[in-house]
């Protein structure tokens, strides 16, 4: 019964997992693809308050966000390893890619987040295409890392 609880719970794990991860790479894909391609069409003295409103909120909320999905892709990398003796090297990789979105966020991304939430320069159009560049790519980074911890749960 013990043994039944413990695989049981890796499931559910790895459910989660899946789900919280494809969750924040669809919205993020959905930041990218939608709202803000939307936001350039609007006139600056609309487009500026909500871009500004939007970048207050994904800067509470996202850090935990990307933190949990990074925390439960590292657990499944250290249940799969425990129980096999070997290194699940798609969901390791996907880890890895994880914290590297993680850390090129915080360096690239949160930075003109925070000049355009707090006091917007006037050139401040210029950050927002700059930061709508580099979040394409976190997105395909998040996206890659997403592959690769499906196919990790896949190939177990």
Known sequence: MLLFMGEFMTEVLSVV???VAGLMVGSELAIATFV???LDKLPDDVHLPVASA???????????????VFLLTLAEVVIQWHQS????????????LWMSAILYSVTAL???NNRIKS????????YRH???????WRVVLLTTAFAFLIVGFVSK
């Open 17 to 19: 997992a899946i789900i």
């Open 36 to 38: 803000h391609p939307t």
């Open 54 to 68: 939007l970048a207050r909120v994904q800067g509470r909320f996202m850090p935990f966000w990307y933190i949990l």
């Open 85 to 96: 003796g070997r290194l699940p090297i798609w969901i390791a990789t996907s880890a890895v």
């Open 110 to 112: 949160v930075p003109i």
């Open 119 to 126: 006091n917007p320069p006037p050139d401040w159009k210029m």
């Open 130 to 136: 700059r930061w709508d560049l580099l979040h394409r």
